[in-house]
């Protein structure tokens, strides 16, 4: 079992930076990728970016790219997620996910995090 924490979460305005963080319990091969989701109300939880291993893969959103930044700790069992330039719709549930292999859905995720509010004002 994995267990993810996660930090960072807040109320920033529009054009502001917040860095959310995400802990895994152990870094293994259900854990080979990690990255972030997000899930505002009335939609459906959608892939934002997320990190290999090696760290020599990163993904993103179209949404997103430009204005995050997806990165891991040495120890590689910690990821960040830099987001800049907020804008309100990044208003949303940010979730942690670790998964075995690289993919953007969500459905593949093998572990979740609690969930952090992200709340961009205009």
């Known amino acids: 079992q994995v267990h993810l924490a996660e930090s960072g979460g807040g109320l920033v305005q529009a054009g502001g930076s917040l860095r959310l963080s995400c802990t895994a319990s152990?870094?293994?091969?259900?854990?080979?990728?990690m990255g972030w989701f997000r899930q505002a109300p009335g939609n459906e939880r959608e892939f934002v970016a997320s990190v290999n291993w090696p760290g020599d893969r990163t993904d993103y959103a179209d949404s997103v790219k430009g204005r995050f930044t997806i990165s891991q700790s040495d120890a590689v069992n910690t990821i960040y997620l830099q987001m800049n330039s907020l804008r309100p719709e990044d208003t949303a549930v940010y979730y942690c996910s670790a998964s075995p292999r690289s993919s953007q859905e969500a459905s593949q995720v093998g572990y979740w995090g609690q969930g952090t509010q992200v709340t961009v004002s205009a």
């Open positions: 152990t870094r293994a091969a259900a854990t080979y990728s």
